[in-house]
C-alpha cells in the first residue's frame, strides 16, 4: 500500500537553528499538507501546497516557517530560526486530488529544540 | 468552520461495538463528516467520511440523522488494537476543503481484555 514517508523520525536542535523536514507524498497525490501537533494536544493545520503553491496557511505558519517541493518528490517544511515552542511532532500529509476527503499522513517528524 | 464535540474518553472491552458520538451543531449544508483515528506517536488514519443517514465501510459505520447536527461512528467488535484516540471532523465546505480543519481533542477509547 503506498504511504507517506518522513525523515528524520526524530531531530534534536538547539534553540535558533535552522531544521528541514523531509517528506515524499503518495507519488499520484497532487495536494499536500503540513500539521503539527505538540505533545498531548491538538492537531494543527500549518500550511496546504498545489502546483507548487501554497494553498493556505495558518496563523501559525508565519515567516519563519516555508515550504518546497523542490525535485517533484520530496516536500519540505523548512524552520529557520526555531524556537523552544517549536517542539513537536509534525505530520506531512497528501490527498489525490481536492475532492478527496482522504488525507494520507505520514508517520510524523518529532521535532525536540532545547 | 463547525466546532465539534466529542466525549473526551471511552472505555470498552473486546468484542463488543462501540458507539462515538460527535456533535456538531453548526454544521453548514456543504460539510462533510469525517473520522480519522490515531495511535500514540503516529499520523492520524482516515477511517470513514459521510454527509448524511449511514455509511459503512469494512472498518466502521457512521450514522448520521437527518438534521446533520451530530454523528456516531460505530466500531464493531472491536480489539485490543482499536485502542486509540479518534476524531470527528467537519468539512469547510466539502470533501476537499480539510485543509484547515479544526481538530478538537478527540475520543480516548481504551479497549480492555
Known amino acids: 500500500e503506498p504511504e507517506v514517508t518522513q525523515t528524520p523520525s526524530h531531530q534534536v536542535t538547539q534553540m535558533g537553528q535552522e531544521v528541514i523536514l523531509r517528506c515524499v507524498p503518495i507519488?499520484?497525490?497532487?495536494?499536500f499538507y503540513w500539521y503539527r501537533q505538540i505533545l498531548g494536544q491538538k492537531v494543527e493545520f500549518l500550511v496546504s501546497?498545489?502546483?507548487?503553491?501554497?494553498?493556505?496557511k495558518s496563523e501559525i505558519f508565519d515567516d519563519q516557517f516555508s515550504v518546497e517541493r523542490p525535485d517533484g518528490s520530496n516536500f519540505t517544511l523548512k524552520i529557520r530560526s526555531t524556537k523552544l515552542e517549536d517542539s513537536a511532532m509534525y505530520f506531512c500529509a497528501s490527498s489525490e486530488y481536492v475532492g478527496s476527503g482522504e488525507l494520507f499522513f505520514g508517520e510524523g517528524s518529532r521535532l525536540t529544540v532545547l | 468552520l463547525a466546532k465539534t464535540t466529542q466525549p473526551i474518553s471511552m472505555d470498552s472491552y473486546e468484542g463488543q461495538e462501540v458507539n462515538i458520538t460527535c456533535s456538531h451543531n453548526n454544521i453548514a449544508t456543504n460539510d462533510y463528516i469525517t473520522w480519522y483515528q490515531q495511535f500514540p506517536s503516529q499520523g492520524p488514519r482516515f477511517i470513514i467520511q459521510?454527509?448524511?443517514?449511514?455509511v459503512t465501510n469494512e472498518v466502521a459505520s457512521l450514522f448520521i440523522p437527518a438534521d446533520r447536527k451530530s454523528s456516531t461512528l460505530s466500531l464493531p467488535r472491536v480489539s485490543l488494537s482499536d485502542t486509540a484516540v479518534y476524531y470527528c471532523?467537519?468539512?469547510?465546505?466539502?470533501?476537499?476543503?480539510?485543509?484547515?480543519?479544526?481538530w478538537g481533542l478527540g475520543t480516548s477509547l481504551a479497549v480492555n481484555p
Open positions: 501546497f498545489y502546483n507548487n503553491e501554497i494553498s493556505e
Open positions: 471532523l467537519v468539512g469547510d465546505g466539502g470533501p476537499g476543503n480539510n485543509r484547515k480543519l479544526i
Open positions: 459521510g454527509y448524511k443517514t449511514k
Open positions: 507519488s499520484n497525490h497532487l495536494y
